[in-house]
């Protein structure tokens, strides 16, 4: 009986899938056949709807969706031409494998009961350009009753008598339309996010067997409003992480991040900070430290976590072995991070970065100066004979830090310091974007943020980066060991201790070796922020 069931079920499918435009009609046409009639079918994928893997698709009473699997063709921004390479049914679910010249490999799968020819065409258009074009799809739908916003693959869309399309959510916000806070919960566009949000996990596990939360509302809310004072007027684009400012009881006095966005900082330190500029120093410095991901990519530089997708799917398919040993290190990582710090050259970065943010908002590194007398003094306490004791006795020199504070300049770099890496075909495999510049006596640091595409193919080293500025060559080795993935986005720190001035002039071209980058070339500023788009 379950044979008969089985064989009923994928009749009905090949039935479904056939008419659509293919040779053959035949009801007796084996899966082989379909699949090769498939094969080099070309269609225009659709962007991805807000982050969404898993769309939900409107057909009736039982519940169909779509879900994006791999990460080459996910997410996308703009529409992208594919073409099908291999069908394979499954009970209860149809699996297309993707190809995009450009791109490489994805999936989509589509679950349900295996619908007829008109139906299916239905199915692929949400996630196709099949039957309405991009400019037509109306990706967004809101209930006119509510004034909510949904997006179209939401499972809890408002009757079609209550229901407003719209192409943009700007567009729904202009007429009055909230966001719906199901629908629109921040994803930010990066690698590994699950994994960074498991690792966060572990932090907040660690942070709340240590301290409680302050109970006085008033500093509550004094924290929270300068951090988002700090974010609105961050000098470089944010990654979308949704962040939490808290204050914790105890009087020590330190500050500290957690991955995905959560500062902390002690009762003891608020305290001993006198001025909102002095909080926003600080806060600018933690921020620095999420923004940047240096504990994420601290985890994934000690163990190679390109085959993790995340901390479920490391359980769901590893070994018990390598599972206690992803726990073991990401247990550890939380248990010393926002104690230890993350490394001279990281906490030298995440400075450099607030003292960019006091510079872009006017304040000037007086503030960031006068919060590391104060850490210092505290440090005194700690260990008054030097020796490396107390709590900060792995933090970076907290008297260099100070030093760098006091006696280094810090600019921006003159426009237009924005490069494209172009493979030899031209498509774009990375973008390189200077973003601020310190000296301290001699030693020159250049901060850039570099984002690749999945053009890059596998996992690479930055290296030295050599820039040439007034027709003469400088080189600028890479600081941090970085390692940098496809469709990733990382801070790297290069250096050269032995300049004498900051670059005031225009870069006039960039050589940095990156796999398949064929020629560096630089970018319009209308296209800087396209380089992480898939």
């Known amino acids: 009986m379950r044979t008969n069931q089985s064989v009923s079920v994928a009749s009905a499918i090949v039935i479904g899938m056939i008419a659509l435009n293919f040779p053959s009609t035949s009801y007796a046409q084996k899966w082989d056949d379909l699949e090769k009639a498939l094969e080099g079918r070309e269609l225009i994928m659709r962007p991805t709807m807000e982050g969404r893997r898993k769309v939900y698709l409107e057909v009736g009473e039982s519940e169909v969706f779509a879900l994006h699997r791999g990460n080459r063709l996910f997410p996308l921004r703009a529409t992208e031409p594919v073409r099908i390479v291999d069908v394979d049914p499954e009970r209860g679910h149809v699996e297309i494998e993707l190809e995009s010249s450009r791109l490489g490999r994805g999936r989509v799968d589509f679950y349900g009961s295996p619908p007829s020819a008109s139906d299916f065409e239905l199915w692929l258009d949400e996630i196709f350009e099949v039957i309405t074009a991009d400019a037509e799809f109306n990706p967004y739908v809101g209930n006119r009753e509510s004034s909510t916003l949904h997006i179209r693959g939401a499972n809890h869309l408002p009757e079609e008598i209550s229901r407003v399309p719209f192409l943009g959510v700007e567009d729904a916000l ?80 330190n500050a500290f991040a957690v991955p995905t966005g959560y500062i902390f900082v002690t009762r003891g330190l608020l305290e001993s900070l006198e001025t909102d500029d002095e909080v926003e120093a600080i806060l600018a410095h933690e921020i620095a430290h999420v923004e940047s991901r240096h504990s994420y990519r601290l985890f994934r530089n000690q163990r190679n976590v390109s085959r993790w997708s995340g901390f479920a799917a490391a359980l769901a398919g590893a070994t018990d072995n390598e599972v206690d040993d992803v726990v073991t290190l990401m247990a550890s990582l939380a248990s010393n991070i926002f104690m230890a710090g993350h490394g001279r050259d990281r906490e030298r970065e995440a400075d450099t970065y607030a003292s960019f943010y006091l510079s872009h908002v006017g304040i000037g590194d007086a503030p960031l100066v006068t919060a590391f007398k104060k850490l210092k003094f505290s440090h005194d306490a700690y260990d008054p004979f030097g020796n490396g004791g107390g709590l900060f006795s792995t933090h970076p020199d907290i008297s260099e830090r100070l030093n760098r504070a006091t006696f280094t300049a810090t600019e921006v770099f003159p426009e237009g310091a924005v490069f494209n890496g172009l493979n030899k075909s031209g498509s774009l495999v990375a973008t390189l974007r200077f973003d601020v510049q310190r000296l301290f006596g001699r030693e020159l640091d250049v901060i850039a943020t570099l984002s690749t595409t999945a053009e890059l193919g596998e996992a690479d080293n930055v290296n030295t980066l050599n820039v040439r500025v007034n027709g003469q060559r400088l080189e600028l080795k890479e600081r941090t060991a970085e390692r940098v993935f496809p469709s990733d986005e990382v801070s790297a720190v290069f250096g050269n201790d032995s300049v004498t001035a900051l670059i005031q002039t225009p870069v006039e071209s960039v050589n940095l070796k990156l796999r398949n980058v064929d020629r560096w070339e630089r970018a319009q500023l209308a296209s800087a922020q396209t380089a992480n788009q898939q």
């Open 174 to 253: 202009a007429v009055g339309y909230h966001r719906c806070g199901v629908c629109f919960v921040p994803t930010p566009d990066v690698s590994g996010y699950e994994t960074e949000r498991d690792l966060a996990m572990f932090s907040l596990q660690q942070v709340r067997s240590t301290y409680y939360l302050q109970v006085d509302i008033e500093d509550q809310e004094r924290i929270a409003s300068i951090g988002n004072r700090v974010l609105d007027n961050w000098p470089v684009p944010l990654k979308g992480y949704r962040y939490q400012f808290q204050v914790v009881d105890t009087d020590q006095i």
